[in-house]
């Protein structure tokens, strides 16, 4: 697993299971369709992941498809890394 999986994975582990939850994360779990991040939620992970890139993503590619899986995640933050 690259560092960008593991520090996206961890971030969403910390930030949105609770500590009782005792479901195990993938890099291809369903978090918005298996109901660990709501559109809320989204919003939060996409603006820590374009302060931590120093990117921007625009909306229209914040789409809950894109931001449902750690490596859907991963890969549009690759694509915005490399337009920087």
């Given amino acids: ?3 960008l999986t593991t ?3 961890d971030y ?3 930030e949105y299971l609770e500590a009782e939850d005792d479901r195990q994360l993938t890099p291809q779990t369903k978090l918005i369709s298996g109901g ?3 559109s809320f939620s989204m919003v939060s992970l996409k603006r820590f992941l374009e302060r931590k890139f120093q990117i921007q993503i625009p909306d229209a590619d914040a789409s809950p498809e894109a931001f449902d899986t750690v490596d859907s995640i991963v890969a549009l933050v690759q694509r915005f890394r490399q337009k920087k």
Avoid: F, S, W
């Fill in 1 to 3: 697993m690259n560092e």
């Fill in 7 to 9: 520090l996206v994975l």
């Fill in 12 to 14: 969403v582990k910390k």
């Fill in 36 to 38: 660990i991040v709501d």
